[in-house]
């Protein structure tokens, strides 16, 4: 009886092995464990046994059925794997480069810093760019801010902690860093490296401890531009600033200069447009920059003589620009990655 159970052992492995579908391991699980297989079958001859042969072919049984089972569960595994794999098609190469479904695009505030900087290279501005941190010489002192000037106020600004040291900084003395407030600090390191004549812009991003609200941001981008040059005037300030504006909102644009006060620049001015084309905003004075000749003192901060050397500054908000273009009222959009937002101001697909 022993050697019966080693014979269905060995023909059920044997059958196994031929097995290619869940059909047939089906058709061989029948033919060896089912109510007629062989298995079922043998076991059915214990009875037959005297009492004293009937526990030791209990064993052996068990141990057949155990083997058996552990054959049929080993091949159903496989054909599954196997079933698995076909319904996955033909195998892939890894290294390759994916099938593109999605075409990124282009952030609206990178598109108008581009079309800002296209702007003023045509008039022969370079970028000049420096980093966020700064220190509090050369984003305010050294533009003529002085010390209770609310800007330079914790509540305005962000302060790094006193002892905090960054080796890529200069520092004029031993001035706390700060996120830079605006770009304009920018200008201040170009003339320390550059000597005039210069015409450049300082694209880039900016802080401030703003509440965030419809039209503030703690993080947001401005563009400022510095021209200096030997007898430089305000109409020279106001034809390059004509041009760029013309450039980027139209021809039919209109602008004007209200006199105003920055720390940097005397004397100052805010910037108005007025053009037939921004949707509600149309034919309405609307505030655009700020500009102003270089005051004389910064020019002498940077060591260049005021009576040999003049110019102008002028800066403007990205975003700013962004929402005027596209009429867009909650500068929050531009920031919460709505894919539905920001696909109608790029070529995505």
């Known amino acids: 009886m022993e050697n019966d159970l080693q014979a269905i052992v060995t023909q059920a492995e044997a059958i196994l092995k031929t097995v290619k579908s869940r059909a047939e391991w089906e058709q061989a699980k029948a033919t060896i464990l089912g109510p007629n297989g062989s ?16 526990p030791a072919f209990g064993q052996a049984l068990n141990q057949a059925k155990k083997k058996v089972e552990g054959f049929f569960k080993t091949s159903l595994e496989l054909i599954e794997n196997q079933a698995d794999i076909h319904s996955l098609g033909e195998k892939t190469d890894p290294s390759l480069p994916p099938v593109p479904h999605h075409l990124g695009g282009t952030h609206p505030l990178t598109n108008v810093r581009r079309k800002v900087v296209s702007i003023f290279r045509k008039i022969g501005f370079t970028v000049a760019e420096a980093t966020e941190v700064e220190t509090e010489w050369f984003c305010f002192d050294a533009l003529n801010t002085p010390e209770d000037h609310p800007a330079r106020d914790a509540q305005d600004t962000l302060f790094f902690p006193a002892d905090s040291k960054w080796s890529n900084i200069a520092q004029k003395n031993k001035e706390h860093h700060v996120l830079r407030t605006h770009t304009s600090s920018v200008q201040i390191r170009t003339l320390f490296k550059e000597k005039p004549p210069l015409r450049v812009i300082a694209p880039g991003r900016c802080f401030r401890r703003d509440t965030v609200d419809a039209t503030h941001s703690a993080n947001f981008h401005q563009t400022e531009g510095l021209y200096v ?33 920055f720390p940097f620049t005397e004397p100052s001015f805010e910037v108005d447009l007025k053009a037939p084309n921004l949707g509600k905003l149309s034919n309405k004075w609307i505030e655009i920059m700020g500009c102003g000749m270089v005051d004389p003192e910064v020019l ?28 867009i009222d909650d500068i929050r959009h531009f920031y919460q990655n709505d894919q539905r937002f920001l696909s109608q101001f790029s070529n995505a697909t």
Not at 45 to 53: A, M, P, T, V
């Open 39 to 54: 298995l079922t079958q043998a076991a059915k001859g214990i009875g037959r046994l005297s009492k004293e042969d009937r």
């Open 300 to 327: 002498k901060l940077v060591n260049l003589n005021p009576d040999e050397w003049s110019g102008f500054a002028f800066g403007l908000g990205i975003e700013r620009v962004a929402m005027i273009l596209h009429g």
């Open 229 to 261: 040059d030997k007898n430089v005037t305000i109409k020279d300030l106001k034809a390059v600033l004509d041009y760029f504006l013309k450039e980027l909102f139209g021809d039919q644009l209109e602008t004007r200069l209200r006199p105003s006060f």
